[in-house]
């Protein structure tokens, strides 16, 4: 979902802003609509410093009630995720074991989010949209992320960025340039003064986050898997921008200079060298209908390496070297696609490190010029297998 700002990214203004002063005073309290409009042109010209981009149309700000929150999460998760799509993606994650077999993602996603969303950008009305219940104190550093979202739109086509199908890794790559950018620039909307190579690395504040998650029950009871997803295009995103600012000057990542995969994201020096993921198929029997087909990405590679793991530092060093994967998601011709019945089918590539950390099944995969690592899981009995 483009745009959308999340309830706990003031921990991240206020943990970056550490050692600086005056930020609770610019985070004064916006209340009224008139404030918000005042307050949106008086931090338009910031924004654009930020930036380095001029707006070439103002955006307009609105408030929303929760339950418009709501409605609007739940107009654009399904936009995004029709059922048959949901219901592929779905099954993915819970025979990776990424979510349980009884947790409902629409349900949990729509629930998630409407509890998180503190703001939201949306391109069609060209609006930043302020929940009527957001914390006063909050209400700025809300409106200088989205005028950053307001502003990328006049420069990208957001939601052709963000509804990529079924090229899951490039567009949270996408994603993390989005959301990265827009974090980034409100720190130096909010607290000019602040050095951004001072801060500590971005990535690194998920810790500071926990002290937060007694008050977003959502978030807090949610999988690994949805919080360190949703929490990933912003921290990680943020610190590859303020990489990207530093060795790039000037210049925008955007267009052919935007990020093709969360590996490039993660390790900016195979950003540099133009490392492309390896472009896998896989082979599918006669008997078999494809019910759902994309890829993780080393981001999800690494988060599924850690529910099995258990170990956050062994699953980045096993998921590092990442080239590229692909999974199906396959059902019996003529069957209803039972969850008995159903079963995954993925393969991937590595260079370098020949760690295993999980026991490998065969499938056919066929990579080029590389050799292919191979991994299944079938549900109902009890094991999960992969080899990387």
């Known amino acids: 979902m483009a745009g ?21 005073q610019r985070a004064r309290e916006v209340q ?19 930036t380095r981009l001029r707006f ?111 090229q899951n890794d490039r567009r949270t790559a996408a994603q993390a340039i ?14 000019p003064e602040q050095k951004i190579e001072s801060l500590p690395n971005f990535w690194d504040l998920r810790t500071a986050l926990g002290a937060q998650q007694d008050q977003m029950k959502v978030f807090g009871s949610a999988p690994l898997w949805l919080r360190e997803s949703l929490i990933f295009p912003y921290l990680g995103g943020a610190e590859f921008v303020r990489w990207f600012d530093h060795e790039y000057p000037g210049k925008q990542p955007y267009g052919v200079l935007m990020p093709i995969s969360t590996e490039q994201i993660l390790h900016p020096a195979r950003y540099v060298a133009g490392d492309r993921p390896d472009a896998l198929a896989l082979e599918s029997s006669r008997a078999d209908t494809v019910r759902y087909e994309d ?31 692909r999974y199906l998601v396959l059902g019996h011709k003529g069957g209803r696609g039972e969850r008995g019945r159903e079963r995954m089918r993925s393969c991937g590539t590595r260079c370098g490190m020949t760690r295993r950390p999980l026991r490998a099944l065969r499938t056919p995969c066929t990579a080029p010029g590389r050799n292919a690592v191979r991994a299944a899981r079938r549900s109902g009995d009890g094991r999960s297998s992969l080899c990387w």
Request: aromatic share 6%; charged share 25%; with cysteine.
């Open 4 to 24: 959308v700002t999340r309830a706990w990214l003031a921990a991240v203004a206020v943990v970056g802003s550490m050692g600086s002063t005056g930020c609770e």
């Open 32 to 50: 009224s609509e008139a404030e918000l409009k005042q307050a949106v042109l008086q931090m338009i010209p910031a924004v654009e410093r930020a």
């Open 56 to 166: 070439r149309q103002r955006p307009v700000v609105l408030r929303r009630s929760r339950a418009q929150v709501r409605d609007y999460v739940i107009h654009k998760f399904d936009d995004d995720l029709p059922p048959a799509e949901l219901e592929g993606a779905q099954a993915a994650y819970r025979l990776f074991g990424l979510i349980p077999d009884s947790l409902d993602l629409r349900r949990t996603m729509v629930d998630l989010l409407t509890e998180q969303v503190a703001g939201y950008f949306d391109p069609d009305s060209n609006a930043l949209y302020i929940p009527t219940d957001i914390d006063p104190s909050q209400a700025r550093l809300v409106i200088s992320h989205e005028l950053v979202h307001a502003l990328q739109h006049q420069y990208l086509n957001l939601d052709s960025l963000v509804e990529l199908k079924r």
């Open 178 to 191: 989005l959301e990265g950018q827009a974090t980034l620039a409100q720190i130096l909307v909010l607290m």
């Open 295 to 325: 890829g993780l990405g080393e981001f999800e590679i690494r988060l599924l390496l850690q529910e099995h793991l258990g170990d956050d530092s062994a699953a980045a060093l096993a998921a590092a070297g990442w080239d590229g994967d």
